[in-house]
């Protein structure tokens, strides 16, 4: 097989993480996909739980932390985990789930279904497992534990070789790859699904994917975007890939001392300043120091409006004293983006008194936001004291030099050989914000790689050239996007913002709210409710999911920037 076929069983357990983010993501936001199945707040717990050991045929091997947690995925998640890789994947598998503390043997199979016709048995490279069967159940206990063996012995094996072929791939550009009976979508459909898009990406965008999944010796083992077990961690957000520069460095001061002495530095800590500048880097950075000079540390981040969300299930399923337990027997509590609990005004309440809780029982807390407490103004003058109590830094817009490095270190960490040219044309032209920054980077390094083009400035040039700050000066209105979107897709503008859930408008509708986010300043809460009231989460979680589809899929790259110019002559007229 040549190194750029893709194969389904190498990448199972990276396409499972990311799916799995997907369709956590999903069925939390307000436009669910409607290919996907609704899943409980219980399920979703559950999700995060399992592990992908590996695909083996037909049969995708999952391991659970305990018994419990594999039998009450037996019982209610086995279905709809099917029914997402058939959609996903369009792979029709049976599952088979071991836990981990070695309790598998006795809440599997079913050993009486065996040898009855219905269970076909194969081999498998040498190996004897079935090839198809209908459920887990189909398996025996031994035949799951082998099965586990098995795969992981496979992980083992394509994760050395694809770090291996990592390291002689970085020039097997997009289109180098070739078909084979693993090939995910044999009969593409004309609206791409995402791991279609992986076909077409280059090993090395493969990779870059992966890599933002799991670390690339590790066989991958949690989905979350690569978060970090209960504390919702993003393992990607550490000190070692936060660059430092006049911009940043006393909020980065802070928080390394907040990591380093909790509760006894600056309690709370709390980090402002506008979009996209590393706040969010910054949080989740504290909170993987702090567990790592204490790994019993029990550290939580959650976003405002997660622990709105928490709250309002815990009053609506009677487990206020759950909440409570899950906020306040915490060593450290990390709340991004606190100026969403403005209006709020039962969260704040709830907040009010974790937030006492914690302080007087010497534990710390960091907070986030767009502002400074006292622009906070809807927010409750004792909830605003207090977070004035503690320590207030910013974070700014970073000088050129710093944009430079920042770009410097995203390129190293995609694998990506960014010529200094290029690096200082982007980072020039993108002083506003990191995640401008690293858009514009995505765009170039989609470009280069999907028109087969070198990286240097003049194909830069021309990937930017439709986000090019020399337009800025043309003011883009939401109503400008969400015009030319529908009318490109052949909609109408109700049905573009509106709440038909049919692929068709939700991916219009997700690249609108893209484009909002890369063509206006607006606040992702005004974004929101341009798209029809929608939450500042759906307007998020859209711009994440076109971001990756970019990187990967030619179809989106070309229709992102087609619209793009389509937009700006629009706002001119
Ligand atoms: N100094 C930095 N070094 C490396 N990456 C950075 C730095 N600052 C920001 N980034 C990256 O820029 C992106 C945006 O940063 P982040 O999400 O932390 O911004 P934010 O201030 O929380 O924005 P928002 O308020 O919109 O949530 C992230 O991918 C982050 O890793």
């Known amino acids: 097989m040549s190194n750029s076929n893709f194969s389904i069983e190498e990448h199972f357990p990276d396409m499972w993480d990311a799916i799995m983010h997907d369709w956590l993501a999903d069925s939390s936001s307000e436009s669910p996909d409607p290919d996907l199945p609704a899943i409980s707040p219980k399920q979703r717990s559950l999700l995060r739980k399992v592990k992908p050991v590996g695909l083996m045929g037909r049969i995708v091997v999952l391991e659970t932390p305990n018994r419990w947690t ?46 009855t016709g219905e269970t076909g048995r194969g081999t498998h490279e040498g190996a004897s497992i079935p090839q198809s069967v209908a459920t887990a159940e189909d398996l025996s206990n031994t035949e799951v534990e082998q099965l586990v063996t098995q795969a992981e012995e496979k992980n083992k094996t394509t994760t050395e070789e694809a770090q291996q072929r990592r390291e002689h791939d970085a020039d097997e550009l997009a289109g180098q790859y070739s078909a084979s009976e693993n090939r995910i979508d044999p009969n593409p459909s004309p609206t791409p699904r995402h791991w279609t898009h992986k076909e077409q990406a280059t090993s090395e965008q493969t990779y870059r994917s992966a890599a933002r999944h799991s670390s690339p010796t590790q066989p991958s083992s ?31 001061a802070a928080c390394r001392a907040v990591a380093e002495a909790p509760a006894k530095a600056y309690n709370p800590l709390f980090i402002w300043g506008e979009s996209g500048l590393g706040k969010t880097h910054l949080l989740h950075a504290i909170g993987h120091y702090a567990k790592e000079l204490q790994p019993n540390m ?87 004291t207090r977070f004035e109590g503690g320590l207030i830094t910013d974070v700014q817009t970073p000088d050129l030099e710093t944009r430079i490095a920042i770009l410097t270190k995203k390129a190293e960490s995609d694998n990506v050989q960014l010529p200094e040219d290029v690096k200082v044309l982007i980072a020039s032209r993108y002083e506003k914000s990191i995640r401008e920054l690293d858009g514009a980077l995505i765009r170039v390094t989609a470009y280069c790689a999907l028109s087969h083009e070198p990286l240097t400035v003049e194909t830069a040039e021309i990937a930017l050239r439709d986000i090019s700050p020399a337009d800025q000066d043309v003011e883009i209105v939401p109503q400008h996007v969400i015009e030319v979107v529908a009318n490109y897709f052949n909609l109408t503008t109700d049905e573009l913002v509106g709440k038909g859930r049919a692929k068709k408008f939700v991916q219009a509708r997700q690249i ?21 009231g929608r939450d500042h989460t759906t307007v998020m979680y859209a711009e994440r999911r076109v971001r990756e589809s970019l990187s990967e899929n030619k179809k989106v790259f070309d229709q992102v920037q087609e619209l793009t110019q389509k937009i700006k002559s629009h706002a001119r007229d």
């Open 512 to 532: 609108a709210m893209y484009l909002c986010r890369e063509l206006t300043d607006l606040s992702l809460p005004k974004l929101g409710s341009s798209f029809g």
């Open 222 to 252: 949690n989905f979350n975007d690569g978060l970090d077990g209960d504390s919702l961690l993003n393992k990607n957000y550490t000190f070692e890939s936060f660059v430092v520069g006049s911009s940043n460095n006393f909020a980065a």
């Open 298 to 384: 029990r550290v939580l981040y959650v976003s405002s409006e997660e622990l709105t969300n928490d709250f309002i299930n815990s009053i609506a399923n009677d487990t206020r004293e759950s909440f409570k337990r899950r906020y306040r027997n915490l060593d450290m509590l990390i709340v991004d983006d606190i100026q969403f609990l403005q209006n709020k005004e039962s969260t704040q309440e709830e907040f009010f008194h974790t937030f006492n809780a914690l302080h007087q029982a010497n534990k710390q807390i960091v907070l986030s936001s767009d502002r400074p407490p006292r622009q906070l103004t809807t927010l409750e003058d004792r909830l605003r």
């Open 70 to 115: 594999k039998e009450s995925i037996e019982q209610d998640l086995i279905d709809p985990i099917k029914h997402v890789l058939k959609t996903r994947l369009d792979l029709s598998v049976s599952l088979a789930i071991t836990s981990t503390n070695g309790d598998s043997a006795d809440s599997d199979a079913e050993e009486t279904t065996h040898g």
